[in-house]
């Protein structure tokens, strides 16, 4: 089933997915700064729910972060409701209600994770399902665009093995435990290695795949830009990742207290790793919509030459 082409509503979709992004780089300055118990109780702030406490000290990190996460929830229900209303794609209302479901898990594990005082294992899930929640709002700009509701996608028939399909799906899910990996880490559920050797993987995965669209592929303006991208965001990811070593395991290790050049790479290294794995997406997501395999056009070809 297609669906008419609503401007206003696209725009509404990237402002959320946009917001989704601050919240998590807002997300970072509170694990980055040791801030994460500096308001000890929830869903209340201090004993309320409305009145704002003074921001000073790890406080306006994390007081900081529920407001833009109460800002962002209620964005993504007026989006759900939205997408219901106006979108005649079943799957698209029920990606909108199934983000609105998603942001109120990762609420509740915000709140657990106070609560409990920052369980490794609960803190990388909140981590975790922030990047999730942030995909799922970038698919959903993704879909709501007028190339993708209005135009007829560009399909390219290839034999080559593994697939583009196979590789980008392969280098998603790659970044996505390259980044639990690194939230376990940060919040100190895991040691390094196990997260610098999965960045070599990470690495090779995406090089290949970018390699393979730009090589073979690049007339293709919907996979060619998600790829320049993807390579871009993962040098930028890289230096960043060594940054982030070098100022919080080597230089900083014995600081009294997180240091600027420690908080300012680390916050960059997970905001860059967010857009690395949203981009990686939507590359696996136009590879599937603009790829079929030689042997899919096989199978669509041969009833037509029994019958001639």
């Known amino acids: 089933m297609t669906t008419p082409f609503n401007a206003a509503h696209h725009r509404f979709a990237w402002f959320t997915a946009f917001m989704t992004f601050l ?33 000073v ?60 005082y920052l369980p490794p294992a609960v803190s990388t899930a909140h981590a975790t399902l922030a990047q999730t929640f942030f995909c799922i709002l970038v698919c959903m700009a993704l879909f709501t665009g007028r190339r993708w509701v209005e135009a ?32 376990a880490f940060r919040h100190n559920g895991m040691k390094l290695v196990p997260h610098l050797v999965s960045a070599c993987i990470v690495t090779i995965l995406l090089l290949w795949t970018v390699v393979r669209v730009l090589s073979r592929h690049s007339e293709i303006e919907q996979l060619r830009r998600p790829a320049l991208a993807v ?52 590359l696996a997501v136009q590879a599937r919509r603009h790829m079929a395999a030689k042997h899919e056009e096989t199978v669509r070809t041969t009833p037509k030459a029994v019958i001639a």
């Open 152 to 183: 007829e996608p560009r399909t390219i028939v290839s034999s080559e093995r593994p697939t583009l399909n196979i590789l980008a799906t392969l280098s998603v899910a790659a970044v996505y435990v390259q980044l639990i990996l690194g939230a």
């Open 231 to 282: 390579l871009f965001l993962l040098v930028s990811q890289i230096s960043l990742g060594f940054g982030a070593y070098l100022t919080r395991v080597e230089w900083n290790k014995d600081a009294p207290q997180p240091l600027e050049s420690m908080v300012a790479t680390t916050v960059a290294h997970v905001a860059i790793g967010a857009l690395l794995l949203a981009t990686s997406v939507v």
């Open 23 to 55: 919240l998590i780089a807002a997300g970072a300055l509170v694990t980055s700064n040791d801030a994460g118990l500096s308001v000890p109780d929830w869903p209340t702030s201090f004993g309320s729910l409305y009145r704002i406490p003074p921001m």
């Open 57 to 116: 000290g790890g406080v306006k990190f994390e007081h900081g972060h529920r407001m833009i996460a109460q800002f962002i929830g209620l964005l993504t229900i007026i989006l759900a409701v939205w997408t219901q209303k106006v979108d005649r794609r079943r799957w698209m209302r029920a990606l909108g209600w199934a983000a609105l479901g998603t942001v109120i898990a990762q609420g509740v594990l915000g709140g657990i994770t106070v609560l409990f």
